[in-house]
Every structure is written in C-alpha cells, then in structure tokens.
C-alpha cells in the first residue's frame, strides 16, 4: 500500500462525493483496514507542499510539510485509532474517531481540506476527553459506542 493509492481514493471522493471512497483513504492512511499506515514519508508524500494543521484546543499551528513529518518522527507513541465516520463532499471532509493513547482516550474531530488533486492542504484537528453525562439527561440519552 501507498500514497499514490490514498491518493487515487482521496480524488476519486473530491470528484463524486464518494464518502466511501474518502472512508477506504482515511482507513488506508492510518492503517486501520491492513494494521500498518502508511510512513511519515509517505503522509509527506499526500500533503500540499503549503499544508497547514491546526489544534485549536492547545492554540497550534503546524506548518508546512516537512515539519508536520518531523512532528511524526519525534512523537513517542502514536495512538490507536477507531474510525467512527467520515462525511463530507468535494473538497472538504470530517472525521471523527477515538484515538487511545495507551489507555487514555481521547475523542478527535478532523476536518480535512484538500486540493484537486487529492493532496491535504489543511487539516483541523479538536480533541477532547469523554465525560461521564448527567443523570438529568439519562430518560433521554443511551450511548454510543466508537
């Protein structure tokens, strides 16, 4: 597997809407569907050369390509990631998930933002930490799972 198939997949969904075919990109990317994602290199690889990432819960802006691989060289444990869905059309996609930081989960809102030509030029991060809900609100609410 590599960036040239994300890629395909990622511009096939800009071009027909196809949240399937952006889903199997997301999968791919982070190797959710074959256990292995894809190298800092090759994220590289999918990323616009002026690509920007935001977290604005910690108030940071990475920019640029070659240090959002360094960022990815340098971080101690990735977290494992449950996909939970991807909606979207054109060039503009969310994606929601769980991402386990050895125990510690957090739930993580992306909002990806491509070129034509499938590369990410931008991508907005949220994270936040489940809470236990209010007992007020349990005749109306169940919950969900990743």
Do not use: C
Not at 34 to 63: F, W
């Amino acid at each position: 597997m590599n960036d040239t198939t994300v890629r395909s997949l990622f511009q096939q969904a800009i071009a027909t809407d196809d949240a399937a075919a952006m889903r199997d990109g997301v999968e791919r990317l982070f190797g959710l569907s074959q256990g292995t994602g894809l190298s800092a290199e090759a994220e590289y690889q999918l990323r616009h050369p002026d690509y920007v990432m935001e977290m604005p819960q910690t108030n940071e802006r990475i920019t640029g390509r070659d240090a959002m691989r360094a960022m990815q060289e340098a971080f101690p444990t990735p977290p494992t990631i449950t996909l939970r869905r991807v909606v979207g059309a054109g060039r503009v996609w969310v994606v929601e998930g769980l991402n386990d930081y050895n125990g510690e989960k957090w739930h993580v809102a992306v909002i990806l933002e491509l070129d034509d030509e499938g590369l990410i030029v931008r991508d907005t991060r949220y994270y936040v930490q489940g809470t236990e809900p209010p007992a007020w609100r349990s005749s109306w609410s169940q919950p969900i799972s990743p």
